[in-house]
């Protein structure tokens, strides 16, 4: 190709021009021209020209198309580990069991160190470290504290919460874990900007609109429930995760939650939205409106007949769970859903996980009620 200088200079001289454009040049179009490309002169004639130029009709122009460009995720295989941000996951499902955030909550603020604790072990690092976080250290700053494991290369991915991958690749879907990570975004240094990580159990990027729904619902991998059970919509679900972008409260599935090791026992593999299954299985039943859930209520001298508090419902509700034969709850049945053959084990309700739920805030080692309803108290929640 010519140097451009010796183009230009080429290009001063209508003689140069003429002949670049007689044998093609090397690509440089020849001055502008009205005549059409496919319109070429015969060799040896002089073109007409028209005495009054005319306009040409408007091009006619094609419909846009627009192609979504890959989504971040897109390439992700199951198995993979991501590292995100809390913003950037959203909600497969559309309640919690508020009271067990409460709980968590109301435990964080009175012990610190079982904040870090949980959040290492979380992230497959077993636990914080004797002395691995001050009162300084947040969640934010992973510098500010140090879990018991610090090898990456040990991270144990098996407790990583798992994530479906949307259209596009654009979305990552939580399957489990909406009640542990909604709870870090509720503490004072959490929040959507909060890193964590998480492993890829589908890539259903290559699905969208209702037929990305339906796979998910196909694979349980969403629950379309609101917080009464009450079937919803894809487009009902909240926008994040936590307590303020939507997430309502499930009380059937708070009580559940505090069943567990009393009632049933949460098997390994399980799946996911378990609880769930049991709250609609004894929300069909259970008259949970009769209890009190705003106090813990006593034990003594039996738990099924001694008040209505919190702790008489939990006890009752697990009553019922294991009295029931092999119930099928959509699906699932009880021994699916880890059905125990007796409550608390078949220990008194002064021994056993019973017992250790029944003390009360003041006590060396509070149960999980307590601290639910004292974190309520001093927060105002009714």
């Known amino acids: 190709m010519p140097h451009p200088f010796a183009r230009f200079a080429l290009a001063a001289t209508l003689s140069s021009l003429l002949a670049l454009a007689a044998?093609?040049?090397?690509?440089?179009?020849?001055?502008?021209?009205?005549?059409?490309?496919?319109?070429?002169?015969?060799?040896?004639?002089?073109?007409?020209?028209?005495?009054?130029?005319?306009?040409?009709?408007?091009?006619?122009?094609?419909?846009?198309?627009?192609?979504?460009?890959?989504?971040?995720?897109?390439?992700?295989?199951?198995?993979?580990?991501?590292?995100?941000?809390?913003?950037?996951?959203?909600?497969?499902?559309?309640?919690?069991?508020?009271?067990?955030?409460?709980?968590?909550?109301?435990?964080?603020?009175?012990?610190?160190?079982?904040?870090?604790?949980?959040?290492?072990?979380?992230?497959?690092?077993?636990?914080?470290?004797?002395?691995?976080?001050?009162?300084?250290?947040?969640?934010?700053?992973?510098?500010?504290?140090?879990?018991?494991?610090?090898?990456?290369?040990?991270?144990?991915?098996?407790?990583?919460?798992?994530?479906?991958?949307?259209p596009n690749g654009?979305?990552?879907?939580?399957?489990?874990?909406?009640?542990?990570?909604?709870?870090?975004?509720e503490v004072p240094d959490g929040g959507p900007a909060l890193h964590v990580h998480v492993v890829v159990k589908a890539n259903l990027s290559a699905y969208a609109g209702d037929t990305f729904w339906a796979e998910m619902q196909n694979r349980g991998y969403t629950r379309l429930k609101d917080g009464n059970g009450a079937p919803i919509k894809p487009a009902q679900l909240p926008t994040g995760l936590g307590l303020k972008l939507g997430m309502q409260n499930d009380k059937f599935r708070s009580l559940v939650y505090f069943t567990r090791d009393i009632g049933y026992s949460?098997?390994?593999?399980?799946?996911?939205?378990?609880?769930?299954?049991?709250?609609?299985?004894?929300?069909?039943?259970?008259?949970?409106?009769?209890?009190?859930?705003?106090?813990?209520?006593?034990?003594?001298?039996?738990?099924?007949?001694?008040?209505?508090?919190?702790?008489?419902?939990?006890?009752?509700?697990?009553?019922?769970?294991?009295a029931s034969t092999d119930p099928v709850i959509d699906g699932k049945t009880g021994t699916d859903l880890g059905r125990l053959a007796q409550i608390n084990s078949g220990k008194k309700y002064s021994k056993g996980v019973f017992d250790d739920l029944r003390q009360p805030i003041t006590a060396a080692g509070p149960g999980k009620i307590a601290y639910a309803l004292d974190y309520r108290t001093r927060h105002g929640i009714q």
């Open 266 to 322: 949460k098997p390994t593999p399980s799946t996911d939205f378990l609880e769930f299954y049991w709250a609609d299985w004894l929300r069909a039943s259970f008259p949970l409106s009769s209890y009190t859930l705003t106090t813990l209520g006593t034990t003594d001298p039996d738990p099924a007949t001694a008040d209505t508090g919190y702790l008489n419902a939990v006890w009752n509700a697990s009553q019922q769970m294991v």
């Open 170 to 185: 654009d979305t990552l879907y939580l399957t489990d874990g909406h009640h542990g990570l909604s709870t870090y975004y």
């Open 23 to 166: 044998c093609g040049g090397d690509g440089v179009s020849s001055p502008a021209s009205n005549k059409p490309a496919d319109d070429a002169s015969t060799p040896g004639t002089t073109p007409t020209t028209p005495a009054t130029p005319t306009t040409p009709p408007p091009a006619t122009t094609p419909p846009t198309t627009t192609t979504p460009q890959p989504g971040k995720w897109q390439t992700a295989a199951a198995g993979d580990m991501l590292d995100v941000t809390f913003g950037e996951l959203h909600p497969a499902q559309a309640a919690l069991g508020y009271d067990q955030i409460y709980y968590k909550l109301g435990r964080y603020e009175l012990k610190p160190n079982k904040k870090f604790d949980d959040f290492c072990a979380d992230e497959g690092f077993t636990g914080v470290a004797t002395s691995g976080y001050s009162s300084t250290s947040k969640l934010t700053d992973s510098t500010s504290f140090t879990c018991t494991t610090t090898d990456p290369a040990k991270r144990d991915t098996t407790v990583l919460n798992p994530v479906v991958i949307g």
